[in-house]
C-alpha cells in the first residue's frame, strides 16, 4: 500500500513544497519508486524515479534541475522536494511502486516500469 502523507496544496510560482510517500507493506530492497503527474485533458507522465538502492535517478526534461527525488529505506519514504514551482507544474502526483530485483534500475515509463502500485493522488496548484 502507498500513502502519500504530505500533500501538495497552492503555492505561488517560484515557490518550493515536498511531496512524501509512505510505502507501507513494501520490501525496499526490491522497489523502485515513480513519481508522476497528470494535468486535466493530459496524459499521466513520470516525472521522476528512483532505484531500489538510491543510486539511480532519473527527471523528465520540463523538472530537471528544479525537482530532486530521495528515498529513506529505513522509515519507507519517498520524497520529491519541488523548487521553482511553475504554473505548468499544476497536476495531480502520484507516486508509485514496482518490483525489479535489480537494486539499480528505475523507469519514467509506467508501462516499461511496471508500476504496479499506486497512490492516491494528491493535488498541485501553482498560481502565477
Known amino acids: 500500500q502507498l500513502e502519500v502523507v504530505e500533500s501538495g496544496g497552492v503555492v505561488q510560482s517560484g515557490g518550493s513544497l515536498r511531496l512524501s510517500c509512505l510505502a507501507s507493506?513494501?520490501?525496499?530492497?526490491?522497489?523502485?519508486y515513480g513519481w508522476f503527474r497528470q494535468a486535466p485533458g493530459k496524459e499521466r507522465e513520470g516525472i521522476s524515479c528512483i532505484s531500489s538502492n538510491g543510486g539511480t535517478t532519473a527527471y523528465a526534461d520540463s523538472v530537471k534541475g528544479r525537482f530532486t527525488i530521495s528515498r529513506d529505506n529505513a522509515k519507507k519514504m519517498v520524497y520529491l522536494q519541488m523548487n521553482s514551482l511553475k504554473p505548468e507544474d499544476s497536476a495531480v502526483y502520484y507516486c508509485a511502486a514496482a518490483y525489479n530485483p535489480d537494486p539499480a534500475i528505475c523507469s519514467l515509463d509506467r508501462r516499461q516500469g511496471k508500476y504496479d502500485y499506486w497512490g492516491r493522488g494528491s493535488q498541485v496548484t501553482v498560481s502565477s
Open positions: 507493506g513494501f520490501a525496499p530492497d526490491y522497489n523502485p
